[in-house]
């Protein structure tokens, strides 16, 4: 009950986090919006870690979190430009979709999956299918929705984030979080001195970096700890829900419109996780 609160927690700040972040990178370049929100990110969970007092683990899985901090920039970049030029509707629950590497690596190394799990995974490939479809004046009568490359992209870096993880947070999750948010700037650095993106974002925007970034850490850290409690294949699979919250705000408070194949496929999409979550 716990793991399942925490990765319900995990879901509802990256859900939150997208939205904003998304908001965002349509006024501001992409790179300047994760670069503001990550500085908050890597104070909070850093005041976290010194305030527990605990030294760094000396074991070499931990440094798997350094992966997670490249695989957490690649995967945000992504998804931060699809959300910025496409649909937030269409290309977050896409982005979800990553979550089928670390249930089919839990499959193998042992873990029982149900039919409805099954059917789940099944239906979130379908929903995915179809939610990055749009009609178009082309004489195929069809085409890729925008941003729908960067959410496949976002998918596959996303399924490698929970898994690598997921190793690092077994030696201890709060190292994990604050050595994840930490790489993560530091691979974010070489991307700013290349694009040379504006920083200049004045006090407007700031309000909603902090709270991005504060969420968008504590998220990682429910993950984080979630997966020392319980197993991989649920734990990433309900994080996953994220988009549903990302749609949702994007409904209600910037009224996005979708095309009627597109939204069918959102929900098969959500419904194939909430499946996979329950079974």
């Not at 409805?116 to 995915?128: D, K, P, Y």
């Not at 040379?196 to 902090?210: C, E, M, N």
Request: contains cysteine; glycine residues 12%.
């Amino acid at each position: 009950m716990i793991a399942l609160s925490l990765s319900l927690a995990a879901c509802l700040g990256w859900g939150v986090a997208d939205f904003l972040g998304g908001l965002k990178s349509r006024h501001l370049p992409t790179l300047t919006v994760l670069a503001f929100s990550n500085i908050f990110g890597v104070a909070l969970i850093g005041l976290i870690v010194y305030l527990r007092a605990i030294p760094l683990p000396r074991n070499p899985a931990l440094l798997w979190a350094i992966a997670g901090g490249l695989a957490g920039i690649i995967a945000m970049t992504l998804l931060y430009r699809g959300l910025a030029i496409g649909a937030m509707s269409v290309v977050a629950p896409i982005s979800a979709t990553g979550v089928i590497l670390p249930m089919l690596l839990g499959f193998a190394n042992g873990d029982q999956l149900s039919r409805l799990q099954w059917l789940g995974s099944g239906l979130a490939l379908i929903g995915a299918v179809l939610a990055a479809r749009e009609p178009g004046q082309q004489q195929a009568g069809q085409r890729l929705a925008k941003g729908v490359s960067l959410a496949a992209g976002a998918a596959l870096a996303t399924g490698v984030f929970f898994l690598v993880m997921d190793q690092a947070s077994e030696v201890d999750p709060y190292w994990a979080a604050f050595l994840m948010r930490l790489s993560y700037g530091v691979f974010l650095i070489p991307l700013l001195l290349l694009a040379r993106p504006s920083l200049k974002v004045g006090h407007l925007h700031l309000p909603a970096f902090i709270f991005m970034g504060s969420v968008d850490a504590l998220a990682g850290f429910a993950f984080a700890l979630a997966t020392t409690i319980g197993v991989l294949s649920l734990v990433a699979v309900v994080g996953s829900l994220y988009p549903a919250v990302t749609v949702l705000l994007s409904a209600v408070l910037l009224r996005e419109r979708i095309h009627k194949v597109q939204g069918l496929g959102v929900i098969v999409a959500l419904v194939g996780v909430v499946f996979i979550s329950a079974g």
